[in-house]
């Protein structure tokens, strides 16, 4: 199973940030973006906290108090970060997980190739693509029909390359491009799976994509022809074609983020027309 890739693009709310020409660009939904001088491949966001792995290997993190990028952990490949947590995978595959506060990281599990922090719950990919899920499920977030938590992880679903979540819900891509999603589902992030309420088992709302992205109340998908596709709030239940040539996104509560093949990068309001984003 090939290694999950590198996030270039990050967003947590109304927080994002952007690799872009050797650096990264940071900003909110209201404030213009600042550079900061790191040459980065792989970026992550909670709501005051920002990371970056860079070409070394090193977990970098600063704060909204603290802008000064300091070394968070070593030896890092991929990383996911919000409210809850930040869950790290080494480069030999160790899962590990700090909490808020907290002074050392604990060991998670091993052979994982992502992990990813939902803040109410926490998932990882394993190398054999198997997925697991540790933390609330009242909303339906381990898609296998339960509604109550159980202690540690749990594995519910196989054959999996990449899995997001947002507070109440997660969206998986399997290895042939379907994408399926599981929990709350009140403004649209899963389609009509569940729409109006929850959705307690996975289920697939997209197809032929090569990756996938979710928020508060949307989800972006692109599909192998490199058309990027959206559903959600402002939007609807049905995927709306956006824009053409895409290589990454993400997306936070209101915006989202995307990067063109021409490396392009692109902001805007979920329900508008995507705008270019201006470097700094």
């Given at each position: 199973m090939a290694p999950v890739?590198?996030?270039?693009?990050?967003?947590?709310?109304?927080?994002?940030?952007?690799?872009?020409?050797?650096?990264?660009?940071?900003?909110?939904?209201?404030?213009?973006?600042?550079?900061?001088?790191?040459?980065?491949?792989?970026?992550?966001?909670?709501?005051?906290?920002?990371?970056?792995?860079?070409?070394?290997?090193?977990l970098l993190q600063w704060s909204i108090d603290s802008p000064q990028p300091r070394v968070f952990a070593e030896h890092i490949a991929h990383a996911s970060a919000g409210e809850s947590a930040v869950l790290?995978?080494?480069?030999?595959?160790?899962?590990?997980?700090?909490?808020?506060?907290?002074?050392?990281?604990?060991?998670?599990?091993?052979?994982?190739?992502?992990?990813?922090v939902g803040d109410s719950s926490d998932y990882y990919i394993a190398r054999d693509g198997r997925l697991h899920v540790s933390g609330l499920a009242h909303r339906g977030q381990y898609g296998d029909g339960l509604l109550t938590a159980v202690d540690g992880w749990k594995h519910v679903a196989n054959d999996v390359v990449h899995v997001c979540a947002h507070t109440g819900h997660a969206v998986?891509?399997?290895?042939g491009g379907t994408a399926e999603g599981t929990g709350g589902n009140r403004f649209g992030p899963l389609g009509h799976h569940g729409f109006?309420?929850?959705?307690?088992?996975?289920g697939t709302i997209f197809e032929d994509a090569t990756h996938i992205a979710t928020?508060?109340?949307?989800?972006?998908a692109i599909r192998s022809d490199g058309t990027l596709w959206v559903w959600g709030e402002h939007?609807?239940?049905?995927?709306?074609?956006?824009?053409?040539?895409?290589?990454?996104?993400?997306?936070?509560?209101?915006?989202a983020i995307a990067r063109t093949r021409d490396e392009r990068l692109w902001f805007w309001a979920l329900?508008?027309?995507?705008?270019?984003?201006?470097s700094m």
């Open positions: 890739r590198h996030s270039t693009l990050a967003a947590f709310y109304s927080r994002h940030l952007a690799l872009h020409e050797g650096s990264i660009l940071e900003w909110t939904d209201l404030e213009p973006a600042r550079r900061i001088a790191l040459n980065a491949v792989h970026v992550a966001v909670a709501r005051n906290e920002s990371y970056a792995i860079d070409r070394s290997g090193r790290a995978v080494t480069t030999d595959g160790l899962l590990i997980k700090r909490a808020p506060g907290a002074s050392v990281w604990t060991e998670v599990a091993s052979d994982v190739v992502q992990g990813w998986l891509l399997k290895s109006g309420d929850k959705a307690d088992r996975w928020g508060a109340r949307n989800t972006l939007v609807g239940l049905d995927p709306v074609h956006v824009m053409d040539d895409v290589s990454d996104v993400a997306c936070g509560d209101h915006h329900g508008a027309p995507p705008t270019r984003l201006l």
